[in-house]
């Protein structure tokens, strides 16, 4: 191994184009030498022959000198000339240019340096296509800017927080985002900072903000990265609900379980029916209690996801069977084609099943109650069920709460149905959104699954 290394480095360090470059560098000095060798020799040659008399000879070895002088002087001119159109060309990334009038040893110089700068200019674009496609993937929205404030880059992401298609300078953010403008401003060089944005509609928004100025070839330029941390918060705070809720789970059938024993058993030694029916009431609210705490349970305890490919309609299709019941809503599928899923089938059925049970409860007032689902392929490859129904619309106060555990509306509701679902989503890798009311459905609620 450390001959086969030593070779390596031999072989590197005495490359066959270095030699040939070496050689070619050593006969054209050597020409040039010899050139003003002869020059210097002719001309003290005439000038000897003119002191001497000897004008003949003289003017002969005056006339050589002038000529060789101009050879030389042409000579320099043309490569000169041919070494200007050849950088020129290489300005203009035409690296198939050929010179000719060129010397052997000038010409293979000039050719190995644009075979360098050709290597160069590769690797560079290379590089850059590299790191285009490293930002158009990420999952944070960066955007560079000039000195000036004009956007010189901004990736895919972060035009989608922007909620802007084009970004081309930075007081542009003024008008689609001024609180996140306000604190780019505001920011110091290599600060960063955490935004909360959010409205009735479109729900919260956590956004991790971090700028940074950064001298390149001489130019100012900042670089501000824009990361959306709504869904790690949002697994946070399920994380703590989820321990407050099997401890609150543990603590409550630990009360009623003896609560229950001792009704039982004085039921069955009292002979008052009054004290009977209290004691039976008792029972009953107990147990009442305990299938509100095993519902809670459930929000809890979510089985490990066994993921496998799904085609979706048929899922579907089997959970509004199961629905039946539920409603006499006028459902419609709409399905591009045949989508087929990543996912756990029963969780995921089990999520949507709880959305529209929903909203067969939430359509019982309507007099033509209708649900529609339409499953599609996002840009970005992920599958997205939309579950819509035309009941009571939901109101801004309430849209930020709708997925909070045990928030609900109705008097006989427990509020863990769409808390529920989002968990489970968040377990697939997915999420469950509520998309803001749009001016051509007005009319609609829906909910957004989303299957990475």
């Not at 020409?31 to 003290?44: E, R």
């Not at 505001?186 to 001298?215: N, Q």
Request: with cysteine.
């Amino acid at each position: 191994m450390q001959r086969q290394s030593q070779c390596g480095s031999t072989a590197a360090r005495h490359h066959p184009t270095d030699t040939l470059q070496q050689n070619a560098t050593l006969r054209s000095m050597k020409k040039l030498w010899i050139s003003i060798a002869l020059l210097v020799i002719a001309s003290g040659l005439a000038g000897a022959l003119l002191k001497s008399g000897e004008w003949i000879f003289g003017l002969i070895s005056m006339a050589f000198v002038a000529w060789a002088t101009r050879n030389v002087f042409v000579k320099t001119t043309r490569e000169r000339r041919a070494v200007g159109l050849l950088l020129d060309a290489l300005r203009n990334d035409d690296y198939s240019r050929r010179i000719t009038g060129l010397s052997e040893e000038t010409a293979l110089q000039l050719y190995d340096i644009a075979g360098i700068l050709r290597k160069l200019k590769k690797n560079a674009v290379e590089q850059e296509l590299v790191h285009s496609t490293i930002l158009r993937h990420i999952s944070s929205g960066v955007i560079l800017v000039d000195s000036r404030g004009y956007v010189l880059m901004a990736n895919d992401k972060a035009l989608e927080i922007l909620g802007v298609s084009v970004l081309t300078h930075i007081d542009r953010l003024q008008e689609c985002a001024p609180d996140i403008a306000r604190s780019i401003i505001e920011m110091p060089s290599g600060g960063e900072c955490r935004k909360d944005i959010g409205d009735g509609c479109s729900g919260r928004r956590v956004l991790h903000i971090h700028a940074r100025v950064l001298e390149v070839a001489e130019k100012t330029l900042t670089t501000i990265v824009i990361t959306d941390i709504s869904r790690e918060i949002e697994r946070n705070e399920t994380e703590s609900w989820i321990r407050l809720t099997r401890m609150l789970v543990h603590e409550i059938n630990n009360s009623l379980t003896p609560i229950v024993s001792i009704a039982d058993m004085l039921k069955e030694e009292s002979d008052s029916d009054e004290a009977v029916r209290g004691l039976s009431a008792i029972s009953r609210i107990c147990g009442d209690i305990k299938e509100f705490v095993n519902g809670v349970r459930s929000f809890s305890h979510i089985a490990e996801p066994s993921m496998r490919l799904v085609e979706i309609r048929p899922l579907l299709e089997d959970i509004l069977q199961s629905c039946q019941g539920a409603g006499n809503a006028d459902v419609s599928i709409v399905c591009d084609g045949s989508v087929m899923a990543w996912t756990d089938p029963a969780l995921l059925g089990r999520a949507v099943g709880n959305v529209v049970l929903n909203a067969f409860q939430v359509m019982e007032t309507v007099v033509t109650p209708r649900l529609y689902i339409r499953v599609r392929v996002s840009a970005d490859e992920n599958v997205v069920i939309d579950v819509s129904n035309n009941g009571p619309r939901i109101s801004d106060a309430v849209a930020n709460d709708i997925f909070v555990p045990f928030f609900t509306t109705r008097s006989d509701g427990q509020g863990i149905g769409l808390a529920l679902s989002r968990r489970i989503m968040i377990a697939l890798g997915g999420n469950l959104s509520f998309v803001p009311y749009s001016a051509s459905d007005s009319d609609l609620t829906t909910f957004r699954f989303e299957i990475r």
